[in-house]
């Protein structure tokens, strides 16, 4: 099967519209919603189909509160205010479940006993998951809001706690007001950013 090129309403919709938002609407954001999202976004590539990332989407009004409790003071108020915040983990067992995963190979043996090894691929293939998240939440209509100002203690305990699951970052989700966007910044041109040999 080829891929073909998406239309150019797409492409504006998932890059060159698309913004990062930082005020939100109080329109909900029904579970059907997440679980479609989490259904598109667990069909991206990760290494070895590793999938280490682990998502709790923070939605009541006391998760809300208790996350807004680990961020820093520029980031309260944002999750406080949008309809979902989820913090995207990494699963530092995710090679236990490579014997599902990755049947056709002993995947296990390639990270069992291998911490370093372990924790560098949950990071680099969980931060991938959380661009697939971004991606999946933009291809469905919602906005993100994607934030690394937290203290990682205070929410793996309040979250992940009796667990071997760490925070990578957390991304809010909902429709924003587009009030409190920033002009679009300027990027890195190809000859600043790239090179083919």
């Not at 998760?63 to 820093?72: G, I, T």
């Not at 990755?102 to 560098?120: L, V």
Request: charged share 20%; hydrophobic share 40%; glycine share 6%.
């Amino acid at each position: 099967m080829t891929n073909q090129p998406i239309a150019e309403h797409g492409l504006d919709a998932l890059f060159r519209n698309a913004r990062t938002q930082y005020d939100w609407s109080d329109e909900p954001l029904p579970a059907e919603k997440l679980h479609a999202l989490y259904d598109l976004l667990k069909m991206g590539p990760t290494a070895a189909n590793s999938t280490p990332a682990r998502f709790i989407f923070c939605t009541s009004p006391e998760a809300r509160q208790k996350l807004a409790d680990c961020v820093s003071e520029g980031n309260h108020d944002k999750v406080l205010q949008a309809p979902c915040t989820v913090i995207i983990g990494m699963d530092l067992e995710f090679h236990e479940q490579l014997p599902k995963l990755f049947p056709h190979a002993d995947a296990r043996s390639w990270f069992a006993g291998k911490p370093d090894h372990i924790r560098e691929t949950a990071f680099r293939n969980s931060s991938l998951q959380g661009a697939w998240l971004i991606m999946a939440a933009r291809a469905l209509g919602l906005d993100t809001g994607p934030m690394s100002g937290f203290d990682q203690a205070k929410v793996d305990a309040a979250f992940w706690a009796g667990t071997k699951v760490e925070t990578n970052f957390i991304c809010s989700l909902g429709v924003g007001t587009g009030q409190k966007v920033f002009p679009r910044l300027p990027r890195l041109s190809f000859e600043d950013a790239c090179r083919i040999e």
